[in-house]
């Protein structure tokens, strides 16, 4: 059974740094590209980053780059999202999703439950 | 960057109606979009691929249609479960959600 558990979500003051985890299970972690898609409350879903199954592409949304970096280690199964210079507008629930297709850029056929960042003074 | 737009915002259906919803791509995608699901407090769900293909586990009463700009997503009997939010997604050129459709009970 594919389970994604994100980890890492609290509360953080603007300006601060924060660092999301996800733990992959149940498939065969480096065959996928995985992703970070971000929900504000109340309001729809937002791609934020994508990374291939090697690392050899990344992709960000203009909203986040040059502040957010994505990266795994697939010895660990694990995806991670480092948020730098957070802004209000980041606060958030920010869901870790696993490709359908190995090898490509596909739509994300799993999602893990989520962990919320919130940004406030 | 590639803009998606659905339509309604909003629809109001009863259980048994036929349901259609919109979805326009600001530049042809091809076949690349997927229509997710998504209920109060929970994570969004695969519903069709590639436009047209049924993902797995998916009642046959969900189906899509379209190619380039313009894509549908039917419910062709409405039922109680389906009431909820629906999101296109578009992942020909980097990924891009529509702003989504809120189906609710009339």
């Known amino acids: 059974e594919v389970q994604l558990v994100e980890s890492g979500g609290g509360l953080v003051q603007p300006g601060r740094s924060l660092r999301l985890s996800c733990a992959a299970s149940?498939?065969?972690?480096?065959?996928?590209?995985m992703h970070w898609v971000r929900q504000a409350p109340g309001k729809g879903l937002e791609w934020v980053s994508g990374?291939?199954?090697?690392?050899?592409?990344?992709g960000y949304a203009d909203s986040v780059k040059g502040r957010f970096t994505i990266s795994r280690d697939n010895a660990k199964n694990s995806l991670y999202l480092q948020m730098n210079s957070l802004r209000a507008e980041d606060t958030a629930l920010y869901y870790c999703a696993k490709v359908a297709r190995a090898y490509s850029s596909s739509c994300f056929d799993y999602w893990g439950q989520g962990t919320l960042v919130t940004v406030s003074s | 960057d590639i803009q998606m737009t659905q339509s309604p915002s909003t629809l109001s259906a009863s259980v048994g109606d036929r349901v259609t919803i919109t979805c326009r791509a600001s530049?042809?995608?091809?076949?690349?979009l997927a229509w997710y699901q998504q209920k109060p407090g929970k994570a969004p769900k695969l519903l069709i691929y590639k436009a047209s293909s049924l993902e797995s586990g998916v009642p046959s009463r969900f189906s899509g249609s379209g190619s380039g700009t313009e894509f549908t997503l039917t419910i062709s009997s409405l039922q109680p479960d389906d009431f909820a939010t629906y999101y296109c997604?578009?992942?020909?050129?980097?990924?891009?959600f529509g702003q989504g459709t809120k189906v609710e009970i009339k």
């Open positions: 997604q578009q992942y020909n050129s980097l990924w891009t």
């Open positions: 990374i291939s199954w090697n690392s050899g592409s990344i």
């Open positions: 530049q042809s995608i091809s076949s690349w």
């Open positions: 149940g498939f065969t972690f480096d065959d996928y590209a």
